[in-house]
């Protein structure tokens, strides 16, 4: 919502369904998912133009191919579920998926350092996987 001269403000009235639609991060993160369960999360995703989904490391390459030329973007996590990996892991993960196609990375820091008050050491390893994103050729 906007209260600036000009710009539109948006309410439930006033919100299309395409403007809803692009607000949804499609998840498809279960453990247990199929290669057609990402499939079909897919071309769901697709049909309705949601704003990306969200897929497994593994899962990356086969979502880019599905989703290439659609509006939908692919992204995946690092680090995930706990954010236990170590930074050189999650810069490594970052990389890779990347190169496989992801345009969004969702990391999880390490929250027992946070929790330790470690907070140079999350700070770190949020940097090193930033940099990592931000040195791509993507």
Request: aromatic letters at 4%; hydrophobic letters at 45%.
């Amino acid at each position: 919502m906007s209260n600036l001269p000009g710009v539109e403000r948006l309410t439930v009235a006033t919100l299309s369904y395409e403007q809803v639609a692009k607000t949804i991060d499609h998840s498809l993160l279960r453990p247990e998912l199929t290669e057609q369960d990402v499939i079909t999360g897919c071309e769901l995703a697709a049909r309705y133009h949601v704003a990306s989904v969200c897929v497994k490391p593994c899962d990356v390459p086969l979502a880019a191919r599905l989703l290439a030329g659609s509006d939908v973007l692919v992204g995946t996590v690092i680090g995930f579920p706990h954010g236990s990996s170590t930074t050189a892991s999650k810069v490594f993960e970052a990389q890779q998926a990347l190169t496989d196609g992801a345009v969004e990375l969702d990391m999880v820091i390490t929250i027992g350092w946070l929790r330790s008050g470690r907070d140079d050491a999350v700070s770190q390893d949020i940097r090193a996987v930033v940099a990592a994103a931000a040195g791509s050729s993507r």
